[in-house]
């Protein structure tokens, strides 16, 4: 779990809080991954490939080698700075009676993304002789799912400097990784050098003689490229270039460009509350998390649901990215947000292919997206109770992903006025994504309206279900969307818009078309009163308590546990519920309040979305007990592992709606006509609040208390103008 918490990245590299020597106290996943390089597993379906470990560092204390399981470790300590993104551990350890101190510290570059950083340093407390210090590039690793990389050659390149080319199996992506190392001691003292470049890996060891209380510190910096990477030259040479020559940084001097960056980050990021220290560092630890996973220059990536951090779902990116994490990129850095989108447009001709091949029109986007937007999402998994395989539907039912994108890419829009984005990306995947609703609902007759059958919506707890109402509610806008959008063009009288029409052959007729399906496909309301039927024949199921089939505490075997749960109102995650987070103001305040009364005590929050979501919805209802106590479950999902599955991976979906249900939820932040509303309902132990977020060029500063809202506002990169003005 630590190493997945600990894990350092900047949406390009991101590396897993392991340790740097060899290991041998305790379950470990050394983890390297580069966004976009995925290699097919055993079944073809595309997994992040997991790279050759570049802090990898080997101690030899006087003869003997430093593992911490043989000796005795009297202090510990492991430090993540959040404030400057960097990673600490140090310790004290005895073997034989000789006790040294190691520190080692390390970084990923926020400011350059292909770079990394590491220091440690050894001083020797109470005996003296030879220090055998190694630092390596190990290609020794593998998936968990098994081995995804060949070693192509280890090379020296200069004194001090080695690389390791590797390639990905089955994709055949290039990587490069090589380092610099300056080892150095205050005293002088000769340090000699020998290289390794055998075995798969690359590798560089020291040796010098200390003194008690001497210190010895090895510096290096490294970088990693891939045949994926925009550069002009090879792998290779990009890499050797990156670490030669006069301008090449040393381990302070990016240090220095890193901590600078993350200054910059956290000045435009940073949620302060005055209120438990635990609240405070766990919202920290969300902004910290999103920042690292977000690319900060390639649209051709997203961010998977455990961002760079582990292995689950194979980095496949979900409806996870534009509904939970995306608004913390809308509201903080736009430019980001709209990156991510632009990945979604490029997966489109996946999504196409997707649809035709189901029988349908226009783009259907994939449940799981990886590097084309094909559909990945596998087949089977095994039960992991029985190993038994167990069919997975949500590749094929799981739908509404179309129109969540959509509302990803119209929530940008609404706060960012962006027209070459509205009139290109956002019309194509609006358009795309109505015509493949006008070609998947079916008439029914007997109701008079069309359908939807055979899907699952957000609860996946139900599977293959008629009329999900989530998913018709967003069908039906994303057909108005996208009739909008279409007419748009249609009327547009700009050579851009008039381009954007022809290669998307908008028909006159299609608009009006859509709009009518969307007038047929109401959402089934159960009688007249405010209750919502999450889809068709729920509410005739079975009354179970849901800890009986929650999967945290269930042991029945998977297959059992599903068709138990089918015929259950029990419900795995929000589901009517989100449809109050995305549209508070469509819904009354009695339909939120009887369909909170009626479904969350019937949800069992097995998937780390729903807290947050509860969290929002009761803000909303001003229940800001239960608002709190699902913030805290969201806020602290990987911090005490809630959920029991850190160690996979982190919950970026989480930490986006985290977020969320700090400013959704006790600000009440809204869109306005002409900004933006905050209505605060704050918890009870929370005495202020203050945060900064974007809108349409300008950044609203908030500071919210109980009995006081101030809000300024000034214009985007030119802060400063109209300062003070309050709301
Ligand atoms: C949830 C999905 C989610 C996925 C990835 C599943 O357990 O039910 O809603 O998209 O995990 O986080």
Same mark, same amino acid.
């Given at each position: ?9 900047n ?24 966004a ?5 597993d ?11 470990n570049?802090?990898?560092?080997n ?11 043989n000796?005795?470790v009297?202090e510990?300590?492991?430090?993540l ?7 600490r ?6 073997h ?6 190691v520190?080692?510290?390390?970084f ?6 292909h ?15 030879e220090?055998?210090?190694t ?8 998936? #968990? ?14 004194s ?5 080319l ?36 690359a590798?560089?060891?020291y ?10 510190c ?6 990693? =490229? ?26 302070a ?9 993350w ?9 302060e ?20 996973s ?20 194979r ?28 990945? #979604? ?10 649809a ?9 986007f994939?449940w ?21 395989p167990?069919?997975v539907l949500?590749?094929?039912?799981e ?5 969540d994108i ?5 929530? =940008? ?16 995947i609006?358009?795309?994504? +109505? ?5 998947r ?6 109701a ?13 707890f ?19 969307t ?15 818009s ?39 024949g ?7 308590p849901?800890?009986?089939?929650? +999967?945290?505490?269930?042991r ?35 339909q ?6 009626? =479904?969350?005590?019937r ?10 979501v ?6 909303d209802?001003a229940?800001t ?33 985290t ?6 939820g ?5 869109a ?12 009870k ?12 060029r ?26 003070g003005?309050?709301?």
């Amino acid at each position: 779990m630590w190493e997945s918490l600990c894990t350092l990245g900047n949406g390009y590299l991101g590396i897993r809080g392991h340790p740097e020597e060899s290991w041998d106290a305790g379950p470990s996943l050394v983890g390297t991954y580069v966004a976009g390089v995925y290699a097919p597993d055993d079944h073809g379906i595309p997994e992040l490939v997991n790279l050759p470990n570049i802090f990898a560092t080997n101690l030899v204390l006087n003869g003997s080698p430093m593992r911490l399981a043989n000796g005795n470790v009297t202090e510990y300590v492991r430090q993540l700075d959040m404030r400057h993104g960097v990673l600490r551990r140090s310790l004290v350890f005895t073997h034989h009676g000789h006790t040294t101190w190691v520190r080692f510290e390390r970084f990923v570059c926020l400011d350059a993304p292909h770079l990394a950083g590491q220091r440690v340093v050894v001083v020797p407390l109470n005996w003296s002789g030879e220090l055998e210090f190694t630092f390596t590039i190990d290609g020794a690793v593998s998936n #968990r799912s098994g081995r995804h990389i060949r070693v192509i050659e280890a090379r020296q390149i200069a004194s001090h400097i080695v690389m390791l080319l590797t390639h990905t199996l089955g994709s055949e992506i290039r990587v490069g990784q090589i380092f610099r190392a300056q080892p150095w001691t205050p005293r002088k003292r000769p340090i000699s050098e020998r290289v390794e470049t055998d075995n798969g890996r690359a590798e560089l060891r020291y040796r010098c003689h200390l003194e008690p209380d001497e210190c010895a510190c090895f510096d290096r910096v490294l970088a990693t =490229y891939t045949s994926r990477d925009p550069i002009d030259t090879s792998v290779e040479r990009a890499s050797v270039r990156s670490l030669r020559g006069p301008r090449a940084p040393t381990y302070a001097t990016l240090l220095a460009a890193h901590t600078a960056a993350w200054r910059r980050e956290w000045r435009r990021c940073d949620i302060e509350i005055d209120g438990p220290e635990q609240d405070q560092r766990a919202v920290r630890f969300a902004v910290f998390h999103l920042i690292q996973s977000c690319s900060r220059q390639d649209a051709s990536v997203s961010i998977g649901a455990k961002g760079l951090s582990g292995e689950a779902y194979r980095g496949h990116v979900f409806w996870d990215t534009e509904i939970f994490m995306l608004p913390f990129f809308i509201f903080t850095n736009p430019a980001a947000a709209r990156r991510l989108l632009e990945y #979604r447009h490029r997966t489109l001709a996946g999504a196409r292919r997707k649809a035709r091949e189901a029988g349908y029109r226009g783009a259907m986007f994939a449940w799981e997206s990886a590097d084309t937007g094909d559909e990945t999402c596998p087949r089977f998994v095994p039960d992991p109770r029985t190993g038994e395989p167990v069919r997975v539907l949500c590749g094929d039912l799981e739908q509404h992903i179309s129109a969540d994108i959509v509302y990803g890419a119209d929530h =940008y829009l609404r706060h960012h006025a962006d027209r070459t984005f509205k009139q290109g990306i956002f019309a194509e995947i609006a358009i795309e994504t +109505a015509r493949f609703w006008a070609s998947r609902v079916t008439w029914n007759p007997s109701a008079n309206r069309y359908s939807i059958p055979h899907v699952i919506g957000p609860d996946e707890f139900h599977e293959d279900v008629g009329d999900s109402t989530f998913t018709n509610y967003m069908a039906a806008w994303n057909l108005r969307t996208g009739a909008a959008a279409a007419r748009e063009l249609l009327a547009g009288r700009s050579g851009h818009s008039r381009m954007w029409g022809q290669w998307l052959r908008i028909k006159e007729s299609e608009p009006d078309q859509w709009e009518a399906i969307a007038d047929g496909l109401t959402p089934p309301v159960a009688g007249n009163g405010p209750l919502i039927e999450q889809h068709k024949g729920f509410f005739a199921l079975q009354q179970v308590p849901p800890e009986q089939l929650s +999967a945290r505490i269930s042991r029945t075997p998977e297959k059992q546990r599903m068709r138990r749960l089918q015929a259950a109102q029990v419900i795995k995650q929000a589901d009517v519920l989100m449809l109050f987070m995305l549209w508070p103001q469509a819904f009354s305040r009695a339909q939120k309040l009887a369909n909170w009364r009626y =479904y969350e005590p019937r949800t069992t929050h097995d998937s780390s979305l729903s807290a947050g979501v509860h969290s929002i919805v009761a803000s909303d209802l001003a229940h800001t007990g239960r608002a709190y106590h699902y913030f805290r479950f969201s806020a602290f999902m990987d911090l005490e592992d809630r959920l029991g599955n850190t160690c996979d991976g982190l919950h970026l979906a989480a930490m986006g709606v985290t977020w969320q249900s700090v400013v959704r939820g006790f600000l009440q932040m809204r869109a306005a006509e002409n900004g933006l509303m905050f209505h605060p309902r704050l918890p009870k132990s929370w005495k202020e609040i203050r945060l900064a977020v974007r809108h349409r060029r300008m950044v609203y500063r908030v500071v919210a208390r109980p009995d006081l809202l101030k809000v300024t506002e000034e214009q985007m990169r030119r802060a400063g103008l109209n300062k003070g003005k309050a709301r």
